[in-house]
Structure formats: C-alpha cells, structure tokens
C-alpha cells in the first residue's frame, strides 16, 4: 500500500492550464475521490499521479520517493479506466492473467492468483467466457480484476462505473467500496458524481477550472463548505442562497436580512459588502410565527419527505421537511433556520467568512 503526497503540482497544454498548483495528501488505505464537474482537472492530476502525463511543475511522492518525472511503469499503480480497456480476443481468465504473464510470472502463480480474485470478484464461473459477451457490471469486476492481480501499491480510477445504468452503479459502488476496505488498498477514484464521492470516500479533493476548492471529509464538506461553488455543487437540493447587503463584525452571531435578525456560527471575521446567506434544506422548518417569511410555490413529495419551494424577499430556496406536514402552494409561512448551520459567504469572491462553524477548514481559493 501507498501513501501519496502531492505538492504544487501544475500542468500546462500550451496556453491552457489544466491543473494550478494543486497540494493534498492521500494517507496510507484511504479511499480518495477527485470531485467536481467536466473539465475542473481531476482525470489530468490523476493520470499526472499514475505516470501517464508528466507534470509541468511540482512533486509527486508516493511513499516518500519522488516519482514525478518517473514513467508508469515504475511507479507500480494500476488503472482502471471507465470503458473497461479489456483484451476483446481474450476470455476473462487471460484478460485477468494479462499482467502477470507479462511479468514472467510462473504458471502456476499465475492460476493461483488469478483464482484468488477471481473469488474475491465473484466472478470464478465466468472465467473461460469471452469478455465481449459480459455485462457492464461483469466486464468492469474482469477490469478490477485485472487491476487488483497484481497487488499494486495504488489503484486509479478514472470514472469506473460511468458506463453502467444508474440503479447497478449504485450497486457496483457499494461492491467496490466493500472491496477496498477488505483489501486495505490505496484508491485515488475521479468522478463528477457527488453522491457517489459522497458514498464512497474517506476523503475528497473539490475541484473547479484546474483549483482545489475544498479538500476534507464528506461530512465537513457537507456541513462545512470553504466556497459558494462547493456548497452549490454537493447536496440535492444544493445548499440555499440569500443575498443581501450589511455589515456584520468579528464576534457577532446573528446577520440583519430584510429587517430580520437570523441566528449565525459566531464570526471570526469583519466584513461589510454584498453577502450571501448559505442553509441547506433540512435545517429549514415551516413554521406560523416566524417574522422572515415566504410564499409557497410547489411542493414535491419524496416519500417520508417533501421538498418546499419558496419565495423570499432575498430570493427562492428550498426546505425539506416531513411530508405529513401540510402546505398549500400560495400560502405565506414563517421561516425558521438552524442558524448553528448557517455559512455566510463574499459574495463577490464565493469564500466562507471565518466562523465558529468552519473553523479549520481547508479551502484553496
């Protein structure tokens, strides 16, 4: 296993950068998602960790040994990319072998190990098949199994299950993450899909236009956001937003919007200007006697839940609340915030104002 260290790496194609300066670390088993939409730089800074592109500038440790300007082949990490890659003229028992023969592996080895994941992947009867008949899901377990054969110090994976249907990525996503944790390796997984990061990680990196936005936990990044963009870009709904226009001072814990004062994680910093107002929609309760109000304009039923859309004299959000508490579209209603969850945000910047709430927070903007 691998511990993975990345220090102001940057990567260049002509006059577009891809990658700024990005640093994180990548501990010792950990299951790492790079996050964030098409085009933000994470398949780039993971074929830069991979060896398959060579960085502009930074470092690449991977157990404490410098291997940024070293080829893939001597970094031992194995890939997995979303279309599979497999071997089309071979049947899933040589496309798994693959690399170790390639290696000189002795036969013998090679069936032995090759039966080992195969058990792991649950795939030991479909081992003399040709890989052009699988399923999606079978032909990436063959994938993974190529991959995990060999017993690297990392796997990278590049949007593993973006070509399977939705209901069996969830499936395959609780089937990977079961195997990495019986296997205790190092993973770097890129994905654009929140939930999945989400589901998946112990740690992930956000990313946007080639800059970490936020790196941390799911939870911190949830409850925590360092930017607008992050806290837009994970959640369903995404965080609400108001905006409005004060002062507020370090030390204070409470914000004046539309003549209302709302509750606010005490202040570490001072900032006068254009605010924005940050809640997600479980932290907002309906209520007859709150003085900040808004009208109802649709109601969506989710079962236990329901999503409420209103609208606000700072403009439109959403609150989750239960669906057996009744609402009509055209009524006005109180408006009740967690305010021990509230982040206010620059609006001009998009950056979290230091708060009791996101003390500690790791945030690249």
């Given amino acids: 296993m691998a511990e993975i260290v990345i220090r102001n790496l940057r990567k260049e194609f002509g006059d577009f950068t891809a990658v700024q300066s990005s640093s994180f670390k990548i501990e010792d ?32 440790y991977i157990d404490g040994e410098e291997v940024g300007r070293q080829p893939a082949s001597k970094r031992d990490i194995a890939f997995v990319f979303q279309m ?20 000189g592996m002795p036969k013998h080895q090679v069936q032995e190990k090759v039966a080992e994941v195969a058990q792991i992947l649950g795939i030991t009867k479909i ?63 890129v994905t654009h899909d929140q939930l999945e990061a989400m589901q998946m990680g112990d740690k992930i990196v956000v990313m946007n236009h080639g800059v970490i936005e936020q790196f941390g936990t799911p939870q911190d990044i949830y409850d925590k956001p360092a930017t607008m963009f992050v806290a837009d870009f994970i959640g369903s709904p995404s965080m609400n937003f108001l905006r409005f226009h004060g002062q507020v001072l370090a030390g204070s814990t409470s914000v004046s919007i539309h003549h209302d004062e709302i509750s606010v994680p005490r ?29 109802v304009l649709a109601a969506e039923y989710l079962g236990t839940t329901q999503i409420v859309t209103l609208k606000t004299a700072n403009g439109e959000l959403k609150a989750r609340i239960p669906s057996g508490q009744p609402v009509r579209v055209g009524e006005y209603v109180g408006l009740d915030f967690n305010g021990a969850t509230v ?15 996101n003390e500690g927070v790791l945030a690249h903007v």
């Fill in 343 to 357: 982040t206010l945000f620059d609006n001009q910047s998009g950056r979290a104002l230091k708060s009791e709430l």
């Fill in 127 to 189: 081992l003399d098949r040709p890989v052009g008949g699988l399923s999606g899901g079978d032909r990436q377990r063959v994938a993974l199994g190529r991959a995990i054969v060999r017993d690297p110090k990392a796997f990278m994976m590049d949007e593993p299950l973006g070509a399977l249907d939705a209901e069996f990525r969830e499936h395959m996503a609780e089937e990977l993450r079961a195997l990495h944790d019986r296997m205790g390796a190092t993973t770097v997984y």
């Fill in 84 to 103: 599979f890659a497999l071997y089309p003229h071979m049947n899933v028992r040589k496309n798994i072998s693959y690399p170790l023969v390639s290696q």
């Fill in 267 to 295: 202040l570490q910093e001072p900032f006068e200007g254009d605010m924005v107002f940050g809640i997600r929609p479980e932290h907002i309760a309906l209520t007859d006697t709150g003085t900040y109000r808004g009208e």
């Fill in 29 to 60: 088993g950990e299951f790492f998602m790079l996050l964030g939409p098409s085009g933000c730089g994470k398949t780039t800074t993971l074929r830069m960790i991979a060896g398959l592109e060579l960085p502009t500038d930074g470092e690449i």
